[in-house]
């Protein structure tokens, strides 16, 4: 983080930019510096200067979500990630391990063992 006036120097080596500077104008200079020299950029809160946005991930084990509303609200993206925080069980990846190994056992081609896979798996979204 570097707290000074915004200077185009400070892009110099650098591949991946995240301006947040509470002055529209400065954010967008950077925003075009960055351009200038095909560097991605995030102008936070501005999703028309932005190559790329912050989604939210919830990693449980090897359970990984994304969440993105494509820079339209981060406040819904952070709210549906606390809510999967809270919804996916911790023993999350105990399961995936262990239909990791039952899925090495299961004969035949690549539909059978995915409708298998489905079979053995639709009570975890049946309501």
């Known amino acids: 983080m570097i707290v000074d006036n915004y200077n185009n120097s400070y892009l110099k080596d650098k591949h991946i930019v995240v301006a947040t500077t509470d002055k529209v104008e400065v954010n967008i200079q950077v925003y075009k510096d960055c351009k200038e020299q095909n560097i991605l950029v995030n102008v936070a809160d501005n999703p028309p200067y932005c190559d790329f946005y912050m989604g939210g991930i919830v990693t449980k084990g090897n359970v990984k979500v994304a969440i993105s509303t494509n820079g339209k609200s981060?406040?819904?993206?952070?709210?549906?990630?606390?809510?999967?925080?809270?919804?996916?069980?911790?023993?999350?990846?105990?399961?995936?391990?262990?239909?990791?190994?039952?899925?090495?056992?299961?004969?035949?081609?690549?539909?059978?063992?995915?409708?298998?896979?489905?079979?053995?798996?639709?009570?975890l979204v049946e309501k």
């Open 74 to 123: 981060p406040t819904t993206a952070k709210r549906l990630r606390q809510f999967f925080e809270e919804v996916i069980p911790d023993n999350i990846d105990d399961l995936v391990q262990n239909l990791n190994k039952y899925r090495k056992t299961l004969k035949g081609d690549f539909e059978d063992k995915v409708e298998k896979l489905n079979e053995f798996t639709k009570s």
